[in-house]
Every structure is written in structure tokens, then in C-alpha cells.
């Protein structure tokens, strides 16, 4: 094995999207892999190993913002594109990749990185915690009556696939403002989320999408398939809710509404953050089957820029020492001071209250995850007594941080 490290350019891409497949276990798909190359791949962002001149591994990093709580808009690096060869695994190449991209992010000065893991155990080890659980539902349609009937002043109307990424995007970006965890989107990345494959632009689109208006503005959007199955003469199908973004209650209480009342579904199925309100709608809350799992793992690349960037639940100061070893940088203790007038974080040499790995700062950090919990497994130490509880005080968000599948 003789490894060489370099960016990836134009010329290597079909070699990329080759291994890409092959590391997924996806048949080749040139047309999606082009849209990809021409459209969102950052080449500058990518660091690939080769043997002998072939690729054998490689990374790509997406420059993005998160939505953290407060509702500031954080950059973030959303990893992606990672795979090696299964002739060249358990080499370290992923490791040497994921060495030099966590470099190049901290020297960019973007405070967070986030990824979505094949495998939960894998990432860990570079600070990545889990930061998000997701819900799969299943809802059956015909016994999904709600408690109250939706305001009737909203009306739904259909929006065609050319106009949805205009009107749905102020939707989107308003959101981002109320809820932790949402990711921003290029227009690259709308198209790829309202063709729900991956983008193939050149074949139609198979979703339906809808806009739930009240007045002058659009309050909320869904997107959605279905699935054309038949029992016999019964009609069985099966709609899938691929987004729902609604900045008002009557607007998310309406789209629900219609997405389960569509004729002939008998099934809604939707990936949902785990504190909607949908289930306390639902006249006989059997009616929803739900399925808990991990969806984003988050990795604090700068400890003192991403935490003075949230809002917090209470006023409070104080020493959280960090473990770091993947970033040194980040190894030691941080005096949080969130304030009447805002939030700031800075190195001290204080006794500390608690102390984690990254890894779990990662968890707290959105506001998904409970210090209680991640104390009582052992993986938060409490210093001062009180220490897991304010943690808890300070973090834990009112609203589930989400982001299914951003990128
Ligand atoms: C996952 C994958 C990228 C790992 O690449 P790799 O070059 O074999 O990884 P490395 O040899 O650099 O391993 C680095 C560390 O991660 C660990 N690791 C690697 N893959 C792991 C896995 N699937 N589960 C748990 N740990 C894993 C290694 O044991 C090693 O640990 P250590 O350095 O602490 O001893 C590669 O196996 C792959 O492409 N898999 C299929 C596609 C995939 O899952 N891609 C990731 C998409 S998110």
C-alpha cells in the first residue's frame, strides 16, 4: 500500500461517485452523480487517499449554517461523502481524512461540524455526539380522528414543483428562527429535497406539494408521495410525508389534517422530531405507532464561539471542563456565562462543576439530549453537586432540535 492524500478535482469525480456507490452497496446512478459534481460538491472541501493512483477513500465537507437555540444561525461544516474502499478498511484512512477536515473546519473558524452516521459507534471517537433523535411514524389514516377539529380559516392549495422552492424557502427560513437543528438549504439542496431521490432533475418529480394559507403569507408547506397500493378492490395506500414546516399551530394542525384525510390512504408514514405536537391532536393516540432514533450527530469544533452563540434556558455561570483529544484546542476548562444580556464563553483556570468528553458536549449542545441522563451512564462528571441539574437548566430546550436528513 503506498497512500497518497490530496483534494479531489473534476477529473476524479467519476471514480468518487463509483466508490461512493460501491461503499453504500447502490447501483450506479451517472445522472444523480452528476447533478451532485455540478451543483453542491465542494471539490475544495474534499480530502481523498489513493493507492497506486487509485482512489481508496474519500471525504467531502458541505459549508453550512445550523440553527441553534436562541435562533442564531451558526456556521456548521456538514460532513459527508465518506467512504474507503473495503479492500483498504481498517487502515486508519478514515481516521487521516477526518484528521485533516477537522483542521481545515477550526481554521475556517466554523464553530460546529455535524454528520449523519451510517453506524452510531463510528464517530465518537472524533468528538461526534448524537444530538438529535428522530421518530419514525406509522398513523393509521381511517382512525385518525382529531381531539378538535383545525381553524377553518387556513385553505391548502397545491403548489407546482417549479414554484415550491420559492414559496416554500421563506417558510423555511422563518422556521429556523423557532426550532434548533435546522440546516440551511442551497438551492441545490432544494431541489434534491423536493425530487426526494437524491435529485434527478431530468425525470419528474414524485411528490406532491401543498401550501397552507391564511393570509397574506404562506404559514406552512408539506411535501409528500404515495404510494399506489390496493388489498383486492381496497384501496391501501400508503402516504409519506417528506416535510411538513408549519410557523403556526392551525398551519401544522391543517397540513396534518389533510395529509391523513387524502382519499384512499390508509397509512401516513413521516421521520419526525420527538416533541410534536401530532400525537396530543390524535383523538385515540393508538392510532400512531412510534419508532425513537438517532438522526444527527453534532461535534463542537470551538468551544468558546459555539456556546457564547445560544440562548439559554436560565441565567447562570458556569465551569464546564472539556475532554479533547481529537481537537486540543478545545481541551480544558470554559467559564459559560449566560446573562441577562447574552451568553459568552471564555478559557479559565476555575475549579470546574462538571466535566465531559466533546463528544457529550456535541449531545447537550442543540438542547435534545438530558445531562441527567448522560450522568447517570457515566458519561458527565459532576463536580459541584448541582452541577448535572443546572447543566440541564441552562441546555435543555423547550423545542426537540431536528433536522431529517439535511444533506
Ligand atoms: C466506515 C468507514 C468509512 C471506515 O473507514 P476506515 O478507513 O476503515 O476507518 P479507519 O481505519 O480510519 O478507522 C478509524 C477508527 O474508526 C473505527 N471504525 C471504523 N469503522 C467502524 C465501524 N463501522 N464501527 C465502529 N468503529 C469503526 C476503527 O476501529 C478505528 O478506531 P481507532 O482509530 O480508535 O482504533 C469504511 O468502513 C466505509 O466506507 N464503510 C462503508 C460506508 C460507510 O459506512 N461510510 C460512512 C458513512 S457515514
Known sequence: ???????????????????????????????????????????????????????VGQSMTYSLGISVPGGSIVPCAGISWIGVLPTHRRRGIMRAMMRWQIDDIHERGEPLAALYASQAPIYGRFGYGMSHFQE???????????EHEPDPAGQIRFVEYEEAAATFKPVHEQAMRLFPGMVTRSDAFWTARLYDDGSVPSQPPKLFYVAYDAGAEIEGFAAYSIDNKWDDSLPRQVLTVKELIALSDRAYAGLWRFCLDVDLVSTVRAVRPPDEPLVWLLADQRAMKRDVADSMYLRVVDV?????ACEYGTEDSMVIEVVDEFCPWNDGRFLLDAGPDGSACSPTTESPDV???????????????NARSLHRAGRIEDHSGDGVARLDR??????????HMAW
Do not use: C, H
Open 1 to 55: 500500500m503506498n497512500l497518497e492524500y490530496r483534494k479531489l478535482t473534476l477529473d476524479d469525480f467519476d471514480a468518487v461517485a463509483a466508490l461512493d456507490e460501491m461503499v453504500e452497496g447502490e447501483l450506479p446512478n451517472p445522472e444523480r452523480a452528476a447533478y451532485w459534481r455540478d451543483n453542491a460538491f465542494e471539490f475544495d472541501r474534499s480530502m481523498a487517499a489513493f493507492d497506486e493512483g487509485q482512489l
Open 136 to 146: 419514525k411514524w406509522e398513523i393509521d389514516a381511517d382512525n385518525s380522528a382529531f
Open 304 to 308: 468558546p464561539d459555539a456556546l457564547s
Open 355 to 369: 466535566t465531559m468528553a466533546a463528544r457529550e458536549l456535541g449531545s447537550l449542545y442543540l438542547g435534545g439530549v
Open 394 to 403: 441552562m441546555f435543555r430546550s423547550t423545542v426537540s432540535p431536528w433536522a
